[in-house]
């Protein structure tokens, strides 16, 4: 696999989303910034910091049903004390979705009112930022009530920045995912990669597929031998777990090989669809030992 550590990048698109969010943001009054509840932290382009600024903020942690509520409680906790709002929400199964406009609103609640007093409605102009793969377009979709935005489960499908209005006294500009120029810290790009947000296309899967299989032995080694009916995988590295899992499903080739291909596709696929359970990636402690 690529080191990803020293992965860079920086496709058009990105750099012009850059761009058009700098240029944009004198228009906004709310900034909602969309994770992935399974990667609270890794899942946050560090850019965006800079970019933003002081301008109101509201983190939503969408895929909440797929991550580990546990976890995600110990996540609302940790950006409490950084002086972040979130939000956990599931774009799949509605769950919070009537919360985000409502607490957008509030962060700019002295501003509507000194409008009111000046016999003004204000409307409330929020931009959608995230990396990509975390669904954004989903949840704007969810927002008005129909699909009037673009959505795939590829990363990278919103292309171009688009204005929507919802309810009449309010505006969203969607903006495409962006990923940060490059990775310096090397569990974050792994992070993403597990969760679809890097593309699969520049990964080596199989070596993608082993650490996976290392995160889980030691986080949720007991939903991992559920789904692929293992007895145990303690002691065992990431590529044994892997072609028990192959063996397991029947994945041999000629010679009696495991076609590790298969298994990796496979084991990556059904961590993304919550198939091996409601699993987090990451916790506070995690970030404050890096």
């Not at 989303?17 to 560090?46: C, F, H, Q």
């Not at 029947?250 to 993304?272: K, P, Q, W």
């Amino acid at each position: 696999m690529q080191n990803l550590q020293n992965l860079q990048w920086y496709p058009g698109h990105m750099a012009k989303t850059r761009r058009m969010i700098e240029e944009n943001l004198k228009l906004i009054d709310v900034v909602v910034e969309i994770l992935d509840a399974r990667i609270p932290y890794s899942g946050r382009n560090p850019n965006f910091d800079d970019i933003i600024k002081n301008k109101p903020r509201l983190l939503v942690l969408n895929k909440a049903d797929l991550a580990d509520k546990n976890r995600t409680m110990q996540w609302l906790e940790w950006y409490a004390t950084q002086g972040l709002k979130v939000i956990p929400i599931s774009c799949a199964t509605g769950s919070g979705i009537n919360t985000v406009l409502n607490e957008a609103r509030v962060l700019i609640q002295d501003k509507i009112n000194r409008e009111k007093e000046k016999g003004r409605n204000r409307t409330l102009k929020i931009m959608m930022v995230g990396i990509p793969n975390v669904g954004k377009s989903s949840l704007i979709n969810r927002l008005i009530g129909k699909a009037s935005t673009k959505t795939g489960d590829k990363p990278g499908v919103t292309r171009g920045k688009q204005w929507l209005r919802i309810k009449g006294d309010t505006e969203l500009l969607d903006t495409p995912g962006i990923l940060p120029p490059k990775f310096d810290d090397q569990s974050v790009a792994m992070r993403l990669a597990y969760t679809g947000a890097i593309k699969d296309e520049i990964m080596n899967t199989e070596l993608l597929a082993y650490s996976l299989c290392d995160y889980l032995r030691d986080n949720y080694a007991d939903a991992l031998c559920a789904r692929y009916k293992l007895d145990s995988v303690a002691g065992l590295e990431g590529y044994e777990i892997l072609e028990m899992i192959g063996k397991k499903r029947g994945f041999v080739i000629s010679g009696g090989e495991i076609d590790m291909e298969r298994a990796s596709n496979m084991v990556l696929d059904e961590l993304r669809g919550a198939k091996i359970g409601n699993i987090t990636l990451e916790t506070p402690n995690d970030i404050a030992n890096n």
